[in-house]
């Protein structure tokens, strides 16, 4: 994931989380415009504390930040936790399966 892709993923979930750039930096504790620099210019990546803010205003979770398929998260965080408390031979056998 490079800059682009990263400054491009904090504005779908700032919008999916139906705040606005100011309303975002404000929460953050920042300046105003803050969030609409970051946006529009791209010419800078938040520091790992504002990002991890944004992530918790966003209700959203760096896991699931960078995750490949963000859309599918939920699903498959449910398929591992079922996976993992399966039995070792159970396990065995639902990759015997799946090869």
Not at 40 to 47: A, E, Y
Not at 67 to 89: Q, V
Request: net charge negative; aromatic share 12%; charged share 35%.
């Amino acid at each position: 994931m490079n800059k682009d892709d990263i400054i491009f993923k904090i504005g779908t979930i700032r919008r999916d989380a139906n705040l606005s750039a100011r309303a975002l930096s404000t929460r953050i504790d920042l300046n105003e415009g803050y969030i609409n620099r970051l946006e529009s210019k791209k010419d800078f990546l938040p520091s790992m504390e504002v990002f991890f803010r944004i992530l918790e205003e966003c209700n959203y979770t760096a896991e699931k930040f960078f995750y490949h398929d963000s859309n599918n998260f939920e699903r498959d965080m449910e398929i591992l936790e079922r996976i993992k408390a399966l039995p070792d031979e159970k396990k065995d056998a639902l990759l015997t399966f799946l090869k």
